[in-house]
């Protein structure tokens, strides 16, 4: 009885599929498909936002100021049990989320199926929960991925719309956890690199749009950076900003050179439990020592932006030294020079997350630290919370290879359109930084071979 209930209600539909498609234009048809995918990836970003944040308040609720082993231990549990769920419950490996994308669109097959909503965003929040250093876009935009194909295939889209809609439900996670359509757009258009058409961008925008909206609504109309403005945009911060901008792509050089070595380090180790022990030992070492590394960043990032600098000390075994400039500077560079030790220990040694938001933390320290040096040391005023927000653009600018998602992202995350110059002079000069950096190394990579052969 049930088997025939089942596919009486398949039938109805596949006819009520069949009724729209025949009386809807494809271009109409596309963006229904659209919204829908939208409202699903905005209600799953902010699942995977309040799953993290509920992991977050249990495992670390009465965290007390000054050392706690618990720093120690909790990220390293928070890797083995991603690990344990990848390998022994899903049967999945959901690291680099983004790479997993691209490749399922460069196939043609289109298979992320529903396992592949729900698994990312589960592991993500064992990692993040625990203490992780990264991000939560890479799950989520596997998720919006997947969800876009499990519409598009209820709705019976042909297969290169179906590659649409895919694109469409990736960026919509991003434009949900993040609350930037903008942004979201700007990341299935630059770095999934999708063929242009109308269809595409005018689907991707709907889709960005409805999610950020949906998430915003859930996430009771707040960013989740609180940048207060006290100090408006004036047209003397462009050349800090283009000097910021220089040092963003320094420090982006730095710091992907560091992930790529790492993670290829972590991948010569064949053993899945050492990799897990090794790299959760790394991450937990980094958060013992600087706690502002822990999980997103978010909360440190609005008080850093907004010029509680005592964040950079709370929790820490720094705290009882002071915050004395100096010291804050020592803090910072130590916490940027760390960082993407404990991203990618945290993203290519067993956890599962992002490596976007990892590099807008990154930008803020950079930010801070360009700002806090000026002033101590020359006596300048240059507003800080404006220069961290300039900076979180910068760096990520330079890493990513991104630098249109990057300044939008930055800009609609914190409600911040009134920098918008800063943030894309200081993203274009990081951009710029890194590109000439990229090249002038293969030069000195190649030169040696073209000897050798002469």
């Given at each position: 009885?049930?088997?025939?209930?089942?596919n009486a209600v398949t039938g109805r539909w596949e006819k009520l599929v069949e009724w729209c498609q025949r009386h809807c234009t494809p271009y109409t048809y596309a963006i229904v498909v659209a919204v829908i995918i939208g409202v699903a990836?905005?209600?799953a970003a902010s699942a995977l936002k309040w799953m993290i944040q509920l992991m977050s308040a249990i495992v670390f609720h009465d965290i007390s100021l000054g050392s706690n082993l618990r720093l120690l231990f909790c990220p390293l549990l928070g890797i083995l049990l991603t690990g344990i769920y990848q390998r022994y419950v899903v049967h999945l490996n959901l690291e680099h989320g983004m790479e997993r994308i691209e490749r399922e669109l460069g196939s043609g097959k289109y298979n992320l199926g529903a396992r592949y909503i729900f698994s990312p965003m589960i592991a993500s929040t064992l990692t993040l929960g625990f203490g992780g250093s990264a991000g939560a876009e890479g799950p989520i935009a596997t998720a919006g991925a997947a969800i876009g194909g499990r519409v598009g295939r209820i709705f019976k889209v042909d297969d290169a719309t179906l590659k649409i809609m895919i694109g469409c439900g990736?960026?919509?996670?991003i434009a949900g956890i993040f609350l930037a359509p903008v942004g979201g757009a700007m990341f299935t258009l630059e770095l999934l690199r999708?063929?242009?058409?109308t269809i595409l961008v005018v689907s991707l925008i709907v889709a960005c749009l409805v999610s950020a909206m949906t998430a915003y609504v859930c996430n009771g109309l707040n960013y989740d950076i609180n940048f207060i403005q006290t100090v408006p945009f004036e047209v003397k911060i462009i050349v800090p900003a283009l000097v910021l901008?220089?040092?963003?792509?320094?420090y982006s050089s730095y710091y992907t050179m560091i992930m790529k070595r790492l993670r290829g380090w972590f991948e010569s180790i064949g053993n899945h439990w050492v990799r897990n022990l090794v790299s959760g030992t790394l991450l937990a070492a980094a958060v013992f020592f600087f706690p502002t590394l822990y999980g997103e960043g978010y909360d440190s990032l609005s008080k850093l932006i907004n010029g509680e600098h005592i964040v950079l000390t709370h929790n820490s075994l720094f705290y009882e030294l002071g915050h004395s400039p100096w010291l804050l500077m020592a803090i910072t560079a130590g916490i940027l020079l760390c960082k993407p030790i404990a991203t990618c220990s945290?993203?290519?040694?067993?956890g599962v997350a992002g490596d976007f938001a990892p590099t807008l933390f990154a930008g803020a320290m950079t930010g801070f630290l360009f700002a806090m040096f000026l002033n101590t040391v020359f006596g300048l005023d240059l507003p800080t919370g404006n220069i961290v927000f300039i900076g979180m653009a910068g760096v990520m600018a330079g890493t990513v290879k991104a630098p249109l998602m990057a300044i939008f992202l930055t800009a609609e995350m914190a409600d911040g359109y009134q920098f918008l110059?800063?943030?894309?002079?200081?993203?274009a000069t990081s951009y710029c930084i890194v590109t000439m950096i990229s090249r002038l190394r293969a030069k000195g990579t190649v030169m040696p071979d073209e000897k050798a052969q002469a």
């Open positions: 009885m049930n088997s025939q209930n089942n990836s905005g209600i990736a960026g919509a996670g999708l063929s242009m058409s901008g220089v040092l963003c792509g320094v945290t993203n290519s040694g067993g110059l800063p943030l894309m002079i200081a993203s």
